[in-house]
C-alpha cells in the first residue's frame, strides 16, 4: 500500500513538473555547454579578401545566451597559431576570476593545440553584456553578445518588446590587425587607422564596393524592438542615431536606468545599452539609415568614416508599397565628431532605476579614496633598439600612456597564479601608487617633461573595503575622453566634471541616491569622474582603457583583493586545465 501510494505521489509531482504548476522547480537555474573552436575564416569585406581569426567561422562570434543564475562552461579550443584568451566583458566572476579571461592577468593564453573551459555562474545580473579575445589586439574579429535574460516569471521593468536585436559594432582593417599593432609599438608612433566601422560585421553602403554588405533591420509597424547595442570597436567611442526615430534607453552595462528618450546615442569600446525602438502606427512609405560614426577628443589620427544600417519596414497584404529600392531613404542627422556638450549631458542623462526589486546599492561610506591620473606620455626612443633610427612619436620619442605616471608592463606569467601560489617575487609589486607621486595642474598648459615610469604594480585591497576612486585625464599630450574598464565589478558613477578634480567642493555634488552602474566609463576629456565600488570579489582585476591602443600603450593596472574570512569570500582554487605560460 505504502509503495503504491508513494509512486502515485512521485507521479503526481512528476506530472506537475512537466505542465509547470510547481513553479519553483520550473525556476531552476541550468548550466549551458558551448565550444568556442578559434579557428581561421577567409572573410570579404570592401573588396579585400583576408583570413580572419573567428570562433566556430562566424564573424563575429556567435550569441551566448543565458538566465540569470545559469552556469555556463563555455570550452575554448585553440586551432590556430596565436595564442588566444577569452574575456566575459561585464560578467562579476564571482571567486572564479580564473574565468576572467586577461592573458597573463588571470591567466596564461591558451597555446596552439590546447583548450580550457571557462566555468562561471552568473549570479544577479540580467542583461546586455558581450564577450572578446582579450590578447593583443585579437579582438578586432573575435567577439560576439552574451545576452543574459532575467530569471523565469521574471518581468522587464518596461514593456515587452515585440522582438529582440543585437546591434554590435566593430571596426575591419584591410590590413592584419596584429601587423598593424606591432608596427606601431616599432616605431613608437600612432598605428594605422581602421577602414571602415561594421554593424554585425557588415560596413554598409557608405562604403566602397559594401552596399551588398549592410545590416538590414527588417520591422513591422506599430510594435516595440528593443536593440542590444554593443560597442566592439577597437579605438573609437560611436555615435549612434535611426533617422526620423525615437530610441528609449532602458538599460547600460547590463543594468536597468530610468526609462529617457532620445535621437542619438553615444557608447564608448566596452560599453552595452539596451534602447526600446518603438515603429510607426502603419507603413511610412520609406526607409530609414541607422548611422554610427565617432566621437573624436584626442590629437591622434582616427578612422572619419560612417557606417550606415538600413531599417525597413515590411509590406503587409493590407499594404503594399513600392519596391524597397524606390521608397525614400530618410538619414540622420549625428553630432559634430567632437561635440563634447553632447556627450556630457547624454552621460548626465543615465541614471539606476533605483526600485526596491532594483536597488542601487551606492556604498555611503568609504574605506580608501584614491586619485588616479590617466593620459598619454613618452618613452625615450633608446629604450629600443632601432638602429639609430628616430621614433615616429613625439619629438622624436615614443608614445607611452600611463595611471599615476605607471606605464603597465605585462608579466611573462598571470599575476592571479602568481598571488595565489605566493609567488609574488620578481612578478609584481604590491605597491600601487594612491594618487600622483608628483601633483601638477593636471588639465592646464602641456609639460616639457612627459616621460612616464614603467613597472607591474598592483593596487591592495582587503575584502569588503569600499572604494571611491577619482579618474583625472590630463593633457599632457592633449586632454582625451578615456572609456576606463574595470573587471570583476559594476561601480558608481557619483560625479564627473571638467578641469582639475577639487577634493573640497566637487563632492558635495555627488549623487549618491540613483547614480548609474556601469564597468565602463569614459573619463571626460580634459575633466574627471568619481565611482565608488565595493572590493567584495576576491581575485586579481584588470583596470584598463578600452582603446586598445591606449592598453597596448600601458594605460593599464591591476587590483589585488585580498580573501574575506568566509568560504564564500575566498577565491576558489585554479581548475585543473588552466593553461600554462
Same mark, same amino acid.
Given at each position: 500500500?505504502?509503495?503504491?501510494?508513494?509512486?502515485?505521489?512521485?507521479?503526481?509531482?512528476?506530472?506537475?513538473?512537466?505542465?509547470?504548476?510547481?513553479?519553483?522547480?520550473?525556476?531552476?537555474?541550468?548550466?549551458?555547454?558551448?565550444?568556442?573552436?578559434?579557428?581561421?575564416?577567409?572573410?570579404?569585406?570592401?573588396?579585400?579578401?583576408?583570413?580572419?581569426?573567428?570562433?566556430?567561422?562566424?564573424?563575429?562570434?556567435?550569441?551566448?545566451?543565458? %538566465?540569470?543564475?545559469?552556469?555556463?562552461?563555455?570550452?575554448?579550443?585553440?586551432?590556430?597559431?596565436?595564442?588566444?584568451?577569452?574575456?566575459?566583458?561585464?560578467?562579476?566572476?564571482?571567486?572564479?576570476?580564473?574565468?576572467?579571461?586577461?592573458?597573463?592577468?588571470?591567466?596564461?593564453?591558451?597555446?596552439? *593545440?590546447?583548450?580550457?573551459?571557462?566555468?562561471?555562474?552568473?549570479? *544577479?545580473?540580467?542583461?546586455?553584456?558581450?564577450?572578446?579575445?582579450?590578447?593583443?589586439?585579437?579582438?578586432?574579429?573575435?567577439?560576439?553578445?552574451?545576452?543574459?535574460?532575467?530569471?523565469?516569471?521574471?518581468?522587464?521593468?518596461?514593456?515587452?518588446?515585440?522582438?529582440?536585436?543585437?546591434?554590435?559594432?566593430?571596426?575591419?582593417?584591410?590590413?592584419?590587425?596584429?601587423?598593424?599593432?606591432?608596427?606601431?609599438?616599432?616605431?613608437?608612433? *600612432?598605428?594605422?587607422?581602421?577602414?571602415?566601422y561594421t554593424i554585425n560585421g557588415l560596413p554598409g553602403p557608405l562604403y566602397n564596393c559594401s552596399a551588398k554588405d549592410t545590416?538590414?533591420?527588417?520591422?513591422?509597424?506599430?510594435?516595440?524592438?528593443?536593440?542590444?547595442?554593443?560597442?566592439?570597436?577597437?579605438?573609437?567611442?560611436?555615435?549612434?542615431?535611426?533617422?526620423?526615430?525615437?530610441?528609449?534607453?532602458?538599460?547600460?552595462?547590463?543594468?536597468?536606468?530610468?526609462?529617457?528618450?532620445?535621437?542619438?546615442?553615444?557608447?564608448?569600446?566596452?560599453?552595452?545599452?539596451?534602447?526600446?525602438?518603438?515603429? %510607426?502606427?502603419?507603413?511610412?512609405?520609406?526607409?530609414?539609415?541607422?548611422?554610427?560614426?565617432?566621437?573624436?577628443?584626442?590629437?591622434?589620427?582616427?578612422?572619419?568614416?560612417?557606417?550606415?544600417?538600413?531599417?525597413?519596414?515590411?509590406?503587409?497584404?493590407?499594404?503594399?508599397?513600392?519596391?524597397?529600392?524606390?521608397?525614400?531613404?530618410?538619414?540622420?542627422?549625428?553630432?559634430?565628431?567632437?561635440?563634447?556638450?553632447?556627450?556630457?549631458?547624454?552621460?548626465?542623462?543615465? %541614471?539606476?532605476?533605483?526600485?526596491?526589486?532594483?536597488?542601487?546599492?551606492?556604498?555611503?561610506?568609504?574605506?580608501?579614496?584614491?586619485?588616479?591620473?590617466?593620459?598619454?606620455?613618452?618613452?625615450?626612443?633608446?629604450?629600443?633598439?632601432?638602429?639609430?633610427?628616430?621614433?615616429?612619436?613625439?619629438?622624436?620619442?615614443?608614445?607611452?600612456?600611463?595611471?599615476?605616471?605607471?606605464?603597465?608592463?605585462?608579466?611573462?606569467?598571470?599575476?592571479?597564479?602568481?598571488?595565489?601560489?605566493?609567488?609574488?617575487?620578481?612578478?609584481?609589486?604590491?605597491?600601487?601608487?594612491?594618487?600622483?607621486?608628483?601633483?601638477?595642474?593636471?588639465?592646464?598648459?602641456?609639460?616639457?617633461?612627459?616621460?612616464?615610469?614603467?613597472?607591474?604594480?598592483?593596487?591592495?585591497?582587503?575584502?569588503?573595503?569600499?572604494?571611491?576612486?577619482?579618474?583625472?585625464?590630463?593633457?599632457?599630450?592633449?586632454?582625451?575622453?578615456?572609456?576606463?574598464?574595470?573587471?570583476?565589478?559594476?561601480?558608481?558613477?557619483?560625479?564627473?566634471?571638467? !578641469?582639475?578634480?577639487?577634493?573640497?567642493?566637487?563632492?558635495?555634488?555627488?549623487?549618491?541616491?540613483?547614480?548609474?552602474?556601469?564597468?565602463?566609463?569614459?573619463?571626460?576629456? *580634459?575633466?574627471?569622474?568619481?565611482?565608488?565600488?565595493?572590493?567584495?570579489?576576491?581575485?586579481?582585476?584588470?583596470?584598463?582603457?578600452?582603446?586598445?591602443?591606449?592598453?597596448?600603450? !600601458?594605460?593599464?593596472?591591476?587590483?589585488?583583493?585580498?580573501?574575506?574570512?568566509?568560504?564564500?569570500?575566498?577565491?576558489?582554487?585554479?581548475?585543473?586545465?588552466?593553461?600554462?605560460?
Amino acid at each position: 500500500m505504502g509503495v503504491a501510494l508513494f509512486s502515485l505521489v512521485r507521479l503526481f509531482v512528476l506530472c506537475c513538473i512537466t505542465l509547470g504548476l510547481i513553479p519553483q522547480l520550473a525556476l531552476a537555474s541550468i548550466t549551458r555547454h558551448y565550444t568556442f573552436d578559434v579557428q581561421l575564416q577567409n572573410v570579404t569585406r570592401l573588396c579585400h579578401r583576408k583570413s580572419i581569426l573567428t570562433i566556430n567561422g562566424q564573424f563575429p562570434g556567435p550569441r551566448i545566451v543565458a %538566465r540569470e543564475g545559469d552556469r555556463l562552461l563555455i570550452k575554448v579550443v585553440n586551432h590556430v597559431q596565436s595564442n588566444i584568451s577569452i574575456h566575459w566583458h561585464g560578467i562579476r566572476q564571482l571567486q572564479t576570476g580564473w574565468a576572467d579571461g586577461p592573458a597573463y592577468i588571470t591567466q596564461c593564453p591558451i597555446q596552439t *593545440g590546447n583548450s580550457y573551459v571557462y566555468n562561471f555562474t552568473i549570479v *544577479g545580473q540580467r542583461g546586455t553584456l558581450w564577450w572578446h579575445a582579450h590578447i593583443s589586439w585579437l579582438r578586432s574579429t573575435i567577439y560576439g553578445p552574451l545576452v543574459i535574460l532575467p530569471k523565469r516569471g521574471v518581468p522587464y521593468p518596461f514593456t515587452k518588446p515585440y522582438k529582440e536585436v543585437p546591434i554590435i559594432f566593430g571596426e575591419w582593417w584591410n590590413a592584419d590587425t596584429e601587423a598593424v599593432i606591432k608596427q606601431a609599438l616599432q616605431t613608437g608612433g *600612432g598605428p594605422n587607422v581602421s577602414d571602415a566601422y561594421t554593424i554585425n560585421g557588415l560596413p554598409g553602403p557608405l562604403y566602397n564596393c559594401s552596399a551588398k554588405d549592410t545590416f538590414k533591420l527588417k520591422v513591422q509597424a506599430g510594435k516595440t524592438y528593443m536593440l542590444r547595442i554593443i560597442n566592439a570597436a577597437l579605438n573609437d567611442e560611436l555615435f549612434f542615431s535611426i533617422a526620423n526615430h525615437t530610441l528609449k534607453v532602458v538599460e547600460a552595462d547590463a543594468v536597468y536606468v530610468k526609462p529617457f528618450d532620445t535621437n542619438t546615442i553615444l557608447i564608448a569600446p566596452g560599453q552595452t545599452i539596451n534602447v526600446l525602438l518603438k515603429t %510607426r502606427p502603419s507603413h511610412p512609405n520609406a526607409t530609414f539609415f541607422m548611422t554610427a560614426r565617432p566621437y573624436v577628443t584626442g590629437l591622434g589620427t582616427f578612422d572619419n568614416s560612417t557606417v550606415a544600417g538600413i531599417l525597413e519596414y515590411e509590406s503587409t497584404a493590407l499594404h503594399s508599397t513600392l519596391p524597397m529600392k524606390k521608397l525614400p531613404l530618410h538619414k540622420p542627422i549625428l553630432p559634430v565628431l567632437n561635440d563634447t556638450s553632447f556627450a556630457t549631458k547624454f552621460s548626465n542623462k543615465l %541614471r539606476s532605476l533605483n526600485t526596491p526589486q532594483f536597488p542601487a546599492n551606492v556604498p555611503q561610506k568609504v574605506d580608501k579614496r584614491l586619485f588616479f591620473t590617466i593620459g598619454l606620455g613618452t618613452n625615450p626612443c633608446s629604450q629600443q633598439k632601432h638602429n639609430n633610427q628616430t621614433c615616429q612619436g613625439p619629438n622624436g620619442t615614443m608614445f607611452a600612456a600611463s595611471i599615476n605616471n605607471i606605464s603597465f608592463t605585462m608579466p611573462n606569467t598571470a599575476l592571479l597564479q602568481s598571488h595565489f601560489f605566493g609567488q609574488s617575487n620578481g612578478v609584481y609589486s604590491p605597491y600601487f601608487p594612491i594618487s600622483p607621486l608628483i601633483p601638477f595642474n593636471y588639465t592646464g598648459a602641456q609639460l616639457n617633461n612627459t616621460h612616464v615610469s614603467n613597472g607591474t604594480k598592483l593596487m591592495v585591497l582587503t575584502f569588503n573595503t569600499s572604494v571611491e576612486l577619482v579618474l583625472q585625464d590630463t593633457s599632457i599630450l592633449g586632454a582625451e575622453s578615456h572609456p576606463l574598464h574595470l573587471h570583476g565589478f559594476n561601480f558608481f558613477v557619483v560625479g564627473q566634471g571638467f !578641469g582639475n578634480f577639487n577634493q573640497n567642493k566637487d563632492p558635495k555634488k555627488f549623487n549618491l541616491i540613483d547614480p548609474v552602474e556601469r564597468n565602463t566609463v569614459g573619463v571626460p576629456s *580634459g575633466g574627471w569622474v568619481a565611482i565608488r565600488f565595493l572590493a567584495d570579489n576576491p581575485g586579481v582585476w584588470f583596470m584598463h582603457c578600452h582603446l586598445e591602443i591606449h592598453t597596448s600603450w !600601458g594605460l593599464r593596472m591591476a587590483w589585488l583583493v585580498l580573501d574575506g574570512k568566509l568560504p564564500n569570500q575566498k577565491l576558489l582554487p585554479p581548475p585543473l586545465d588552466l593553461p600554462k605560460c
